[in-house]
């Protein structure tokens, strides 16, 4: 994240509310520190400004669950794809985002692993925040655009390889509570948000 101060001028500025015009908007340490009205804010000198005139000024998108983007998918399993994923999303303002995986086998979701870590060590156009672990592990009823034959359930020496503290973020499940439970204690250690959800006999889905 930088550390340079930037002020971002001229832009209609996009609120919870309204879009209004004449503010100024302040970053610093990569984050949104002010916003003033134009030409109030203390210390001016020390920002570099952005003429943003005709242009909107919002937060950048935060995207928890993306496949990839320009032409790359993230299960191509390459540095290439990551960054040239990436790219693409900034260019259209989401600034931070969890690559998302597919159910695969166990030695392609480790290759697609170790692309992520060598695309976040050279710097991707967008964060990464951590990895979206999206199955493999569904109810066969519940899976949706996952290749069935990599749908399984969870065993413990296959999924503490996957969800390591360093990579996963998010996981997603549509399994039966056994099943689960079995899991949580991994996911929760790790500081991993489930996403879970499972189907009741009624025909009712809750999560």
């Known amino acids: 994240m930088t550390n340079e101060k930037i002020l971002i001028r001229g832009g209609r500025v996009v609120l919870g509310d309204r879009i209004r015009e004449g503010l100024d908007v302040a ?27 005709g242009q909107y000024v919002c937060p950048g998108f935060i995207d928890l669950h993306s496949h990839g983007g320009g032409g790359h998918d993230f299960m191509d399993g390459t540095m290439e794809a990551f960054l040239g994923a990436a790219e693409m999303h900034a260019r259209h303002g989401t600034t931070a985002m969890c690559p998302t995986t597919l159910s695969g086998d166990p030695e392609e ?58 990579l996963a973020k998010l996981g997603t499940s549509y399994v039966d509570f056994y099943h689960f439970w079995a899991i949580n204690q991994k996911v929760f250690d790790e500081k991993i948000v489930p996403l879970a959800g499972y189907e009741l006999k009624n025909g009712c889905t809750e999560a």
Do not use: W
């Open 109 to 166: 979701t480790k290759t697609v692993c170790q692309a992520y870590r060598d695309a976040k060590a050279a710097g991707p156009a967008c964060a990464f925040l951590g990895i979206h672990m999206e199955g493999p592990y569904f109810d066969i009823s519940q899976k949706g655009a996952q290749d069935e034959r990599y749908i399984r359930n969870p065993v413990r020496s296959d999924y503490e390889a996957m969800l390591d503290k360093s």
């Open 27 to 53: 970053l610093a340490d990569g984050k949104i520190a002010a916003i003033v009205p134009t030409g109030t804010l203390p210390c001016e000198a020390d920002y570099t400004i952005v003429d943003a005139a």
